[in-house]
């Protein structure tokens, strides 16, 4: 019997791609198991909803830490008790070093409200809005040493409206984010992705 796929989630906001993930878990779209949810904000709501969901939770202050390799010295020991299968950064606000990339070749996969190589980093629906596109979208990735840099696993396109505000895109974007984070990952479960080079190919 094949084991259960094992995914850590890392979050420092609201929760809402973590809670898609749980919720499509439970409806039979995602067989994964969730092992361990941290965060590196202990105010973030999705502490709340892994914790609703009795799902191990850890809470890191980068504050608390005298440097960068500490913290994240800190987030390897934790997760490497977990043996994660996929790391998923939902929502997850820092920039990992390419030690912390390097102990999980591409096992780290992170979820941006824009299409790809367009509009990386923060505020990603306000970029698009200020540039004046049509279209604007998701993208799932693999996380490398760049910000939103990574290989591109899906996309997903949302039109932008001629009344659209930052808050209202943003919302019809984070409804393809819950769609295509699940469908990256169950890409990945199922061992369809080859990569070469830049590119993620899909098998039959």
Same mark, same amino acid.
Request: charged share 25%.
């Given at each position: 019997?094949?084991?259960?796929?094992?995914?850590?989630?890392?979050?420092?906001? %609201?929760?809402?791609?973590? %809670?898609?993930?749980?919720?499509?878990?439970?409806?039979?779209?995602?067989?994964?198991?969730?092992?361990?949810?941290?965060?590196? $904000?202990?105010? !973030?709501?999705?502490?709340?909803?892994?914790?609703? *969901? *009795?799902? /191990?939770?850890?809470?890191?202050?980068? +504050?608390?830490?005298?440097?960068?390799?500490?913290?994240?010295?800190?987030?390897?020991?934790?997760?490497?008790?977990?043996?994660?299968?996929?790391?998923?950064? !939902?929502?997850?606000? @820092?920039?990992? +070093?390419? *030690?912390?990339?390097?102990?999980f070749p591409?096992?780290?996969? $992170?979820?941006?409200?824009?299409?790809?190589p367009a509009? /990386?980093?923060?505020? +990603? %629906?306000? &970029?698009?809005?200020?540039?004046?596109?049509?279209?604007?979208?998701?993208?799932?990735?693999?996380?490398?040493?760049?910000?939103?840099?990574?290989?591109?696993?899906? &996309?997903? !396109?949302?039109?932008?409206?001629?009344?659209?505000? @930052?808050?209202?895109? !943003?919302?019809?974007?984070?409804?393809?984010?819950?769609?295509?984070?699940?469908?990256?990952?169950?890409?990945? @479960?199922?061992?369809?992705?080859?990569?070469?080079?830049? &590119?993620?190919?899909?098998?039959?």
């Amino acid at each position: 019997m094949r084991k259960k796929f094992k995914l850590a989630v890392l979050v420092s906001g %609201q929760g809402s791609n973590l %809670q898609a993930l749980i919720d499509n878990i439970k409806l039979g779209k995602l067989k994964t198991r969730i092992e361990v949810v941290l965060s590196d $904000n202990f105010k !973030a709501n999705a502490i709340n909803i892994a914790l609703e *969901n *009795n799902i /191990p939770a850890v809470s890191l202050e980068r +504050s608390g830490f005298s440097s960068r390799k500490e913290f994240e010295g800190k987030m390897l020991k934790i997760l490497e008790g977990y043996t994660p299968d996929l790391i998923v950064l !939902a929502g997850f606000m @820092r920039v990992l +070093s390419k *030690n912390f990339i390097k102990t999980f070749p591409r096992k780290i996969i $992170n979820i941006h409200p824009a299409l790809l190589p367009a509009f /990386p980093g923060l505020d +990603s %629906q306000n &970029q698009a809005l200020e540039y004046g596109v049509k279209i604007s979208g998701a993208t799932v990735h693999f996380v490398d040493e760049g910000v939103d840099t990574g290989p591109i696993i899906i &996309q997903k !396109a949302v039109r932008v409206k001629d009344n659209d505000s @930052r808050d209202s895109l !943003a919302a019809r974007i984070l409804k393809l984010e819950h769609k295509i984070l699940t469908e990256a990952i169950e890409l990945i @479960r199922k061992e369809k992705i080859i990569i070469t080079g830049r &590119q993620v190919k899909y098998k039959k």
